[in-house]
């Protein structure tokens, strides 16, 4: 079992940044997929990044350019860079464990409040 508890989420004007870490405890050998995701009010949750365990990621074009993952195995702590926010990126961010890097998001941390104002 994996437990992940994300934090850095905040308040910030439009074209600013923030980061984001989400801590993995229990079984974090780094041999799975992690992501992050966003869920904003009345929306469906989107998947803004992902990595595999060889450090290949993935963006959907709404971020690709402004947020960067990245993972530190030895910390076992997942980092969510975003850069240029805008209020369309207001939303709570999650981060998930997907142990057969097939599509299956089974692990979530509890979610952090991202807020940005114009």
């Known amino acids: 079992q994996v437990q992940l508890v994300e934090s850095g989420g905040g308040s910030v004007q439009a074209g600013g940044s923030l980061s984001l870490s989400c801590a993995a405890s229990?079984?974090?050998?780094?041999?799975?997929?992690m992501g992050w995701f966003r869920q904003a009010p009345g929306k469906e949750r989107e998947g803004v990044a992902s990595?595999?365990?060889?450090?290949?990621?993935h963006y959907p074009n709404s971020v690709k350019g402004r947020f960067t993952i990245s993972k530190d195995k030895a910390k076992n702590t997942l980092y969510l860079r975003m850069n240029n926010l805008s209020p369309e990126d207001t939303a709570v961010y999650y981060c998930?464990?997907?142990?057969?890097?097939?599509?299956?998001?089974?692990?979530w941390g509890q979610g952090t409040q991202v807020t940005v104002s114009s």
């Open positions: 998930a464990a997907d142990f057969g890097c097939n599509g299956s998001w089974l692990t």
């Open positions: 229990g079984y974090t050998d780094n041999s799975y997929c």
């Open positions: 990595i595999n365990p060889y450090g290949t990621t």
